[in-house]
């Protein structure tokens, strides 16, 4: 669990963290370097689940390194369905990370929602959806490794 009090916020208990794959931890279908080892730190405070739809067929080989689970969507799956699986695991503790018009209500529904840009790019719909903005999916996991940062950007 992560905890993380931000200045005129009420406290986040973080227990959860999902991610989408393709655009946000992957390119192309190939896992970004320095991934797996900061999912895998933030796995010993944090479930780790990643969602895809497995564009590429990659996401097996690819996440086989991390500490957590992968669930493979339906290719017509969208925002419901992954909107959903935050529910499930109780949106309160969640934060998501994603990058695409189908991570939009993802991003709303959990406690935190943080937008990567990458290189596929974000949607807008996404981006308004999202709590906060980064460059990339390393910084995205720093900011749960270093949670002042979360805080700093956060706080009112």
Known sequence: MIEIQIP????????????????TLAADGELLS???????????????HILTADTFG??????????GTVTILPPA???T??????????????VAVGNGANDRLMLSTAALGILVMGVEGSSPQALAAA????GNINDALDLLLNTKRIVATLRL
């Open 34 to 48: 320095g991934v797996a080892g900061r999912l895998n730190i933030l796995s010993r405070d944090l479930g780790v």
């Open 131 to 134: 709590d906060i903005l980064v």
């Open 58 to 67: 990659t996401v097996k080989d690819a996440c086989r390194p991390i500490n």
């Open 77 to 79: 799956a969208g925002a």
């Open 8 to 23: 005129g916020l009420d406290r986040i208990t973080l227990q959860h963290i999902v991610l989408d794959f393709n655009g």
């Open 81 to 94: 369905e992954k909107a959903s699986f935050v529910r499930r695991l109780g949106e309160t503790g969640v």
